[in-house]
């Protein structure tokens, strides 16, 4: 196996890891961050979005329209979900972390229930590429570049438009954003619902290379709350540079020693992160800049 | 309150119990009680919740045919949640308080190595219907699944001689895929076969993009791939999409999760399984069995070789209490001892081996085709649980209620 192979695994590792970490964990990076609310049925967001996108894919919608259509519905019932619940418990967040849980246990028994134990999947769709003697899945190599244009996009969307702005106001000084008249509880809503529909999008995406069964938001949960909780309250200078650092060294562990020191490689950082740098790596970088 | 309640009435049970010295009768007089321990959700419910509907149907064909000895079948079902604490809880709480006669219990290996010293603790008796990695000798315990000698001996060296000598194993990374792929190791090794690699798996991962990459890397002829629950699933997707293209070997897919039916075709073609039972097999007596399942749910998704051996143990139990008199554990172990109990059911004539109280089976080798249908290029007609009766397990002689493994086998007498 020649170097190019050899450097050519080692990226689509390296990049299939973060794409997966960056991808499960905007859409809790964003409730978190910005709200400061610690959304615990982040992977019921995330199952809601991977159903509708599965059940209306096998209904003959295009599987792009079907992602979209996963995360339309999924920040919608966010929507509600912040209407009904959130809103209520914004200064007590110790509360709305039960309250969350309960809403997380509720939609996986309630999709159990009403849905059945498993449901039929999507095919992963755009087959493979042959690079030397492996051959590697085209549709991961689209979905690191999903991660790439979601970043991206996000930053537009939060620095480069006016929703951006507004909501950015209302977080920072929601006092102000109300006097120099912002509809404040508006924005809270919408941005519950942009961070339900970004966890309804990664369920989207994912949606093609997965079982389906209630319970399959739990395999997103730790990986994207170790994310977020290394990169602290802000998605472009946290949970991006996070995503990178723990993909490296989840990549990397897993490459050489087996998952499971992957996995023990990801819980060790989180913990070392909480002791050494208790506001997460954007913290550190915004008091270091500061 | 209700906990109350229920100490009371257990506390009431055993007064009229203790009455009931003077008429023998009334003991025997009520329904039977069979506790359901099984995962109804969370990572197993897609395989598990279809042996509590195969038990239910049995109970129902029971009760229609007069019952067991002419006392009703009574269930005490509990969801026990994939989660290995509920069983312990429940176990508890079916042995002490609901006093069941017997408990048909357990999906995972985990679960039932967490329930088997409660079983023991209180004398119960319970029955496990799954087939795991072999060893369990135990006089608490039936075990009607299949085990390695069963699924393993003849899936592995035929696998070999179809397909080559080198072997990769993908397991799960618990008790059961642990000692199953240890199996694997030594009948790779016996047959002149190399293992090429070996991997374990956290339960509840479901990205495995690196394990693909060294399954290509190597020189593997086909995968053995032991993976459980429906997180690590994701394999055969996420495999069939960088187009791996290698024939798979299992004991545990197919037969148990139909992955066949739930994921698009082909990602699981060229999977080749080694099972005791499932619905594509076409008998009069299988065929008859699907009928009478899908008459009473008609939505259920699909009759797994769980349902079959669940099924199978309602009924075995039945002959046991009949043939026995009584409930009795005792008594039921000295009908065992006889060595003739034989059920012919939806998987053909199976009979429980004295030594083990294991069950033997005829396997049939399933492949999945590339559009997911099944079709079976061999069978192996009654194949006995021989393994741990040869390796000195006797539970007629002793019951060492300890569970043994090719590396670890029963102390020599």
């Known amino acids: 196996m020649d170097l190019f192979e050899r450097i050519f695994a080692m990226l689509y590792q390296f990049g299939d890891t973060f794409a997966f970490l960056v991808i499960a964990c905007a859409g809790l990076a964003v409730i978190f961050g910005m709200m400061g609310v610690i959304n615990l049925a982040h992977g019921e967001f995330i199952m809601c979005g991977a159903y509708v996108t599965a059940s209306t894919a096998r209904a003959g919608l295009p599987l792009p329209l079907a992602i979209l259509a996963g995360a339309l519905v999924a920040g919608i019932v966010g929507m509600f979900v912040e209407r009904l619940v959130i809103r209520h418990l914004y200064h007590r967040p110790l509360d709305s972390i039960i309250a969350t849980w309960g809403i997380s246990l509720i939609a996986t028994q309630g999709v159990l229930i009403v849905l059945g134990s498993t449901m039929m999947g999507v095919g992963t769709p755009l087959g493979s590429i042959e690079v030397g003697e492996r051959s590697y899945s085209l549709y991961r190599i689209v979905l690191m570049g999903c991660a790439l244009g979601l970043l991206g996009g996000l930053y537009l969307l939060f620095y480069h438009t006016r929703f951006g702005v507004i909501a950015r106001a209302t977080i920072q000084k929601p006092q102000m954003a109300l006097a120099l008249g912002v509809n404040t509880g508006r924005m809270y809503g919408l941005t519950f619902g942009l961070g339900a529909a970004l966890a309804g999008l990664a369920g989207g995406l994912y949606a093609p290379t997965m079982t389906m069964v209630p319970t399959m938001g739990s395999t997103f949960i730790v990986e994207s709350f170790v994310t977020v909780v290394v990169g602290g309250g802000d998605i472009f200078v946290g949970a991006a540079p996070a995503a990178a650092i723990l993909a490296l060294i989840k990549a990397g562990l897993t490459a050489w020693y087996g998952q499971l020191f992957g996995q023990i490689g990801l819980l060790v950082t989180v913990i070392l992160v909480i002791r050494i740098l208790p506001g997460g790596l954007s913290g550190w970088l915004k008091g270091t800049s500061r | ?413």
């Open chain 2, 1 to 413: 309150m209700t906990f109350n309640r229920t100490a009371l009435a257990s506390l009431m049970t055993s007064a009229a119990m203790a009455c009931s010295v003077a008429g023998p009768a009334l003991s025997q007089d009520g329904p039977i009680r069979i506790g359901v321990l099984e995962d109804q959700s969370g990572d197993f419910a897609a395989a598990t919740t279809v042996k509590v509907h195969a038990i239910e149907l049995a109970a129902k064909e029971i009760n229609d045919a007069g019952g067991i000895d002419g006392r009703p079948v009574e269930l005490v079902v509990y969801d026990t949640q994939s989660d290995n604490r509920r069983y312990q809880e429940f176990m508890r709480r079916v042995l002490q308080s609901d006093e069941v006669d017997v408990v048909f219990a357990g999906f995972s290996s985990a679960s039932r190595e967490a329930y088997r010293p409660i079983v023991n603790q209180f004398d119960g008796l319970a029955f496990y219907n799954n087939q795991y990695e072999g060893g369990v000798c135990d006089d608490n315990m039936i075990v009607t699944g299949a085990v390695p000698e069963q699924q393993f001996s003849t899936l592995i060296p035929w696998m070999m001689e179809e397909y080559g000598p080198n072997v990769y194993t993908l397991a799960a990374d618990y008790n059961f895929g642990q000692i199953s792929a240890e199996w694997v190791r030594q009948i790779v090794e016996e047959n002149g076969g190399t293992m090429v690699g070996e991997e374990f798996i956290p339960l509840g991962v479901s990205q495995f993009g690196q394990n693909i990459q060294n399954i290509q890397a190597s020189e593997a002829d086909f995968v053995v791939t032991l993976l459980v629950g429906a997180a690590q699933a994701s394999y055969y997707e996420q495999a069939a999409a960088a187009d791996v293209g290698l024939p798979m070997a299992s004991s545990v897919n197919v037969g148990q999760g139909y992955e066949h039916k739930r994921f698009t075709p082909p990602s699981l073609a060229n999977m080749f399984v080694t099972t005791n039972y499932i619905e594509e097999i076409d008998t009069p007596a299988s065929n008859d069995f699907v009928e009478r399942f899908r008459a009473m749910f008609p939505d259920e998704p699909y009759i797994n070789q769980e349902a079959a051996n669940s099924y199978i143990a309602m009924n075995l139990y039945k002959q046991l209490v009949e043939r026995a008199g009584t409930t009795e554990h005792d008594a039921i172990r000295a009908v065992i001892a006889e060595g003739d109990v034989c059920f012919d059911g939806p998987s053909g004539n199976v009979c429980l081996d004295p030594k083990s109280q294991h069950m033997s089976h005829t396997i049939y080798l399933a492949k999945v085709e590339d559009d997911h249908s099944i079709s079976f290029p061999t069978v192996w007609e009654n194949i006995a649980p021989y393994w741990l009766g040869e390796a000195g397990c006797d539970l007629t002689v002793s019951d060492p209620s300890a569970q043994y493994t090719p590396s670890s086998p029963p102390p020599a007498q």
